[in-house]
């Protein structure tokens, strides 16, 4: 964040993972449910929406709080790792359409989370880096869904994540905010006062 000019891929990369590795258990059946190319485009649409929120609601903050205070966003990622919500009650949307029917299951399950979670991450950043950050997210995603499709069958994997999936969920959340914390200035700027 702090005057950055290039874009930061690990933070990014995992950000993207802590956010979507729950929707990457849905990716599994949207997969079998329809074509490819309806769970890309859905899902690619879905996750542009989001990162542009983000980015937007970052930039009005960024208009009337000064950049180290921006850090104490840092608590939203924190805040939803270690608040439980129940995602059994996820209701399955249906719409005529699989692009849709991926996207609006994509926001309904995720929203919030990215919301929360990407805002403080892309909040500092210049147009520029965000749209960097928006090409290179936009091929993960895509790569995920390949990827996805290429281990659907595989039982060790579901299993896995069915185990571990929302404690690595919740610890790279952690790991996102603590480091919005520092990369903001916050962390400085509280030092300074001490």
């Not at 258990?25 to 449910?33: A, C, D, G, I």
């Not at 009337?64 to 939203?76: A, D, H, K, R």
């Not at 849709?100 to 299951?105: E, F, K």
């Not at 210049?126 to 091929?139: D, N, P």
């Amino acid at each position: 964040m702090r005057g950055a000019k290039e874009l930061n891929i690990w933070l990014l990369t995992v950000t993207f993972l802590a956010v979507n590795l729950d929707f990457f258990v849905l990716l599994l059946f949207l997969l079998k449910k329809f074509s490819v190319r309806q769970v890309v485009v859905g899902y690619l649409s879905g996750v542009v929406l989001l990162l542009v929120a983000s980015f937007l609601a970052g930039k009005v903050l960024a208009q009337f709080l000064p950049e180290w205070l921006l850090g104490v966003l840092g608590v939203l990622p924190i805040y939803m790792a270690l608040h439980d919500e129940d995602d059994d009650d996820k209701a399955e949307l249906t719409t005529a359409h699989g692009t849709w029917q991926v996207l609006a299951t994509y926001l309904a399950v995720c929203a919030g989370c990215n919301l929360s979670i990407f805002l403080p991450v892309v909040a500092g950043e210049s147009v520029a880096v965000f749209g960097q950050a928006l090409l290179y997210l936009g091929a993960l995603t895509i790569l995920v869904v390949f990827l996805v499709k290429a281990v659907e069958r595989q039982a060790t994997v579901t299993k896995l994540i069915d185990r571990y999936g929302e404690w690595l969920m919740k610890l790279c959340s952690i790991g996102v905010g603590l480091y919005v914390f520092y990369d903001s200035g916050l962390v400085t700027h509280l030092l300074k006062l001490i």
